[in-house]
């Protein structure tokens, strides 16, 4: 496997990030959060993963989540239209570089938002979370782009977190994992789905077949994919959770090419 992603220092405007569902934090650190991001690169590093930078956004205070800017599949990359318009400027160095390592794009055009983070990929099935963020038309252009590709696009409303990964992500094994108080409807996966006793046990990086990256904020979420066979890497991430950020949200992992 491909083992390559996109990164993004954090803007020192951090703590002026957007939040939608969670009271807003009055004691975000943005130099712990730099050093914690750095502690997230080394991660990836350390698990065989090449990171690529996007070119730091300093103005743009929710850069460091630069998944949010394109969804890549296979060889595609398709760069998001952020339903915040704040987050425009953060779109066009994160084209550049990933079009610079030689994916395909197409765009998400007005009227359609569509964020990254609304985006779980699985098996052939690509779900998008529909919400505050991201549109109906967002979301079929987007299945206009990966079904010619063999992709089978599945809409999932979503009220209760910012993003669908903010609620749920998937193990290598295909089991949705997911923090039931914020999922709308864990019915959609059926008996795929599995609850974790931690909200942020429910997001994970895939570094591996067997391989895990997660919060250090979900201690038993840990314990219950270790007890399944995964071996679990955990990073602090605290600062970004304050801004409804999680693990998926800090890099773009590219296996495409």
């Known amino acids: 496997m491909n083992r390559r992603a996109l990164v ?24 712990l959060a730099l ?13 065989g993963w090449t990171t690529h930078e996007v070119p730091p956004a300093p103005d743009s205070p929710d850069s460091a989540f630069v998944e949010d800017t ?12 952020p339903g915040a318009e704040e987050r425009w400027t953060e779109i066009p160095a994160a084209a550049d570089t990933v079009c610079e390592l030689g994916y395909r794009m197409v765009q998400i055009e007005a009227p359609g938002t569509l964020d990254g983070g609304d985006v779980l990929k699985h098996g ?22 990966l079904e010619p590709l063999g992709a089978r696009v599945v809409t999932i409303p979503l009220t209760k977190v910012l993003h669908l990964k903010s609620a749920v992500t998937a193990l290598p094994d295909g089991t949705v994992i997911g923090y039931a108080p914020v999922v709308d409807d864990p019915g ?36 219950l994919f270790e007890a399944r066979g995964y071996r679990v890497v955990t990073v602090d991430i605290s600062e970004f959770e304050k801004l409804e950020g999680c693990v998926t949200c800090l890099s773009v992992r590219l296996r495409g090419l």
């Open 124 to 145: 052939g099935t690509v779900w998008v979370g529909r919400g505050g963020r991201t549109n109906d038309e967002g979301i079929a252009q987007l299945a206009a782009a």
């Open 70 to 81: 394109m969804v890549v599949y296979g060889e595609l990359a398709v760069i998001s239209r």
């Open 188 to 223: 959609v996966w059926g008996d795929a789905f599995l609850a974790v006793p931690e909200e942020p046990g429910a997001h994970v990086v895939l570094l591996d077949d067997d391989v895990l990256l997660m919060s250090s904020a979900a201690p038993e979420s840990a314990k």
């Open 8 to 31: 993004r220092r954090p803007s020192p405007l951090l703590a002026e990030g957007l939040v939608t569902h969670i009271e807003r934090s009055d004691d975000v650190d943005a130099d």
């Open 35 to 47: 050093r914690q991001w750095e502690g997230y690169v080394e991660a990836l590093h350390a698990a």
